[in-house]
C-alpha cells in the first residue's frame, strides 16, 4: 500500500497534508496545541503533588475541566491548583487506615484493639 507523500510546512516545520483548506489546518494545530497544553498541565501538577493512586485521574478530569470551558487565564490555572492542593490536603490529612492500627497498637502495648 502506498501513502501520499508529505510536505514539508513553511519554514521546515510540521508536515501537513496540502489538500487541507487553511481553516481546517488551523483548526487541527489549535487541537494539538490544547492536547499538548493538557499534558504539559498533567504532568506537572503529578510532579508537583506527587503521584499517588487517585491523584493522576482527578487531575486529569480537573484539567479537562478548564480546558473544556475554553478560557485559559492565570487567574483560572490559579484556581485549579488551589482546588487540586484543597482536595489533596483533605485527603493528606484523613488519618489511613494503617497510621489508625498502628495508633491503637501502641496504645494497647502492642495488642491490637478488640
Do not use: C, W
Amino acid at each position: 500500500m502506498s501513502y501520499p507523500k508529505k510536505h514539508a510546512g513553511k519554514s521546515g516545520g510540521p508536515k501537513y497534508n496540502p489538500k487541507l483548506s487553511q481553516k481546517r489546518r488551523d483548526k487541527l494545530i489549535a487541537l494539538q496545541q490544547k492536547e499538548q497544553l493538557k499534558s504539559l498541565l498533567i504532568s506537572k501538577f503529578l510532579q508537583k503533588y506527587g503521584k499517588v493512586k487517585g491523584n493522576k485521574e482527578f487531575i486529569a478530569r480537573e484539567v479537562n475541566a478548564i480546558l473544556k470551558s475554553g478560557k485559559i487565564t492565570e487567574q483560572n490555572l490559579k484556581a485549579l491548583e488551589d482546588k487540586i492542593k484543597l482536595r489533596l490536603a483533605i485527603e493528606d490529612k484523613a488519618p489511613s487506615v494503617h497510621s489508625q492500627l498502628s495508633k491503637g497498637s501502641k496504645r494497647s502495648g502492642g495488642k491490637p484493639p478488640s
